[in-house]
């Protein structure tokens, strides 16, 4: 149930999350990590699996609607110890740092600094300034898994990871809900399909739900600003 992913991003948020909590004075919950909304987080998961293990079960053939390879033969450990190590390491700790710190040190630093004018702006410059960091810091582990070996494939893999950060950052800005970014990221990584899901990839179930969310989170950011300006802020 262990695995590297899940020991390295432990690690991680140990010495990182750790150094920033205790010389910053910041609380877990000013990073997102409280448990308001992990509840509706955890829903919404537990909704978009079994999405993905319907549809996987209809899109299957016949033959095909067994438990795949990956609960097979001992890999059922395995497989629930890698969305395991999404759910409590990696996606959590990326969506800490990168969107639950990062971001929002971001978004007040410029609003502390920049010209009136442009304040407004301090969240879209803070998405993007923060997920160009969060881009950046993937590109050791491709170059150290020679993932990539043109500047077309390092071009289009680093413009995913920038949406992918991007989207994580509206659904936290929108909902104010780091466990919808966790929850969301970690089955994106790991969909964990019970059955073979034939020509349909499980992550394109994901990737749906995370886009209707999205776009839910953008709306209520679009009414909010909205109503800003509709009271003379």
Avoid: K
């Avoid at 390491?89 to 800490?96: K, P, S």
């Avoid at 010209?115 to 803070?126: E, Y």
């Avoid at 170059?143 to 994580?168: C, K, N, R, S, Y």
Wanted: charged share 10%.
């Amino acid at each position: 149930l262990v695995d590297p992913t899940l020991s390295a991003n432990l690690l991680a948020m140990l010495v990182v999350l750790g150094s920033v909590l205790l010389f910053t004075r910041l609380r877990p919950a000013d990073l997102g990590l409280s448990c308001r909304g992990a509840g509706a987080a955890l829903a919404l998961g537990a909704a978009t699996w079994a999405c993905v293990q319907l549809t996987c079960f209809v899109a299957a053939a016949d033959a095909e609607r067994t438990l795949g390879p990956a609960w097979r033969d001992g890999n059922a450990t395995w497989t629930i110890g890698s969305l395991l190590a999404q759910l409590v390491g990696n996606a959590l700790y990326e969506e800490a740092f990168f969107r639950g710190f990062l971001l929002v040190q971001v978004a007040l630093l410029f609003g502390a600094t920049a010209a009136p004018v442009w304040r407004g702006l301090r969240w879209t410059w803070a998405i993007g300034v923060s997920q160009l960091v969060f881009a950046a810091t993937h590109v050791p582990n491709r170059i150290a898994f020679q993932t990539h070996t043109t500047l077309g494939e390092w071009a289009g893999d680093m413009a995913g990871v920038f949406a992918a950060g991007v989207v994580f950052a509206l659904i936290y800005v929108g909902f104010g809900n780091l466990w919808l970014a966790v929850v969301l990221h970690a089955l994106l990584n790991r969909p964990t399909p019970l059955c073979v899901a034939g020509d349909i990839a499980p992550r394109t179930v994901v990737a749906g739900v995370t886009l209707l969310v999205t776009i839910a989170a953008a709306v209520r950011l679009w009414r909010r600003r909205r109503g800003s300006f509709g009271r003379g802020a």
